[in-house]
């Protein structure tokens, strides 16, 4: 049976408050792990509340250190992922990033992440 770690991530204060966004990530991520007859093993939440963090101006120097230190619930689901060897579930791609060096991180980690909205779609 698969194995699952669950990454939800919001980012805003309006979105954590409601619940639609984090409702619907939910929904698609459980409905995916029901389809693949997969385990759910653990769920991690962020909320980001002070904008979009992942947009790097082309002028600064980033490393993937200061971007994890902004995420340490997605440091915290890598390291169970790879414990327990399960695959990191999102609702889309941008839940986890929309900066490829973190994208690329996970790759190069061997951590196998899926997205529930298109599974199909390869992790490049």
């Known amino acids: 049976m698969k194995k699952f770690i669950a990454y939800y991530r919001v980012s805003t204060q309006k979105q954590?408050?409601?619940g639609l966004g984090l409702e619907a990530q939910k929904a698609s991520v459980v409905?995916?792990?029901?389809?693949?007859?997969g385990t759910l093993v653990e769920s991690f939440t962020e909320?980001?509340?002070a904008g979009n963090?992942?947009?790097?101006?082309?002028d600064s120097h980033i490393s993937i250190d200061s971007l994890l230190k902004?995420?340490?619930?997605?440091?915290k689901a890598i390291q169970v992922a790879k414990q327990?060897?399960?695959?990191?579930?999102?609702?889309e791609a941008s839940r986890l990033s929309r900066f490829s060096l973190l994208i690329d991180f996970l790759l190069s980690s061997n951590v196998e992440f899926v997205c529930a909205d298109s599974p199909r779609d390869t992790p490049f």
């Open 70 to 75: 902004k995420r340490p619930k997605l440091l």
């Open 84 to 91: 327990v060897k399960a695959i990191i579930v999102v609702k």
């Open 31 to 37: 409905a995916y792990v029901k389809s693949e007859k």
């Open 53 to 58: 963090k992942d947009v790097i101006r082309m």
């Open 16 to 18: 954590k408050h409601s």
């Open 47 to 49: 909320i980001e509340t």
